[in-house]
């Protein structure tokens, strides 16, 4: 599984569709996960963000403003 599913996962097992959450939401359910599945990266935070956008590009969810906000799709 990669990271971009990982994160999809937990994105559609946390939030329902329509529903917005914050970039501090998904780092405080995600991060956990993500340092038990890669225990040497050291910056996680970027590998959620950069996977929030594969996942906007896929169509998965819509960024909703600059202030980190995000609606899944």
Known sequence: MTASQLLDSILNLTFKTGQMFYLTDVYLIALPIFKHTNPNNTRLDS??????QTLRDLGKLDFVDDNGCYRLK
């Open 47 to 52: 590998l959620v963000r950069a996977n929030l």
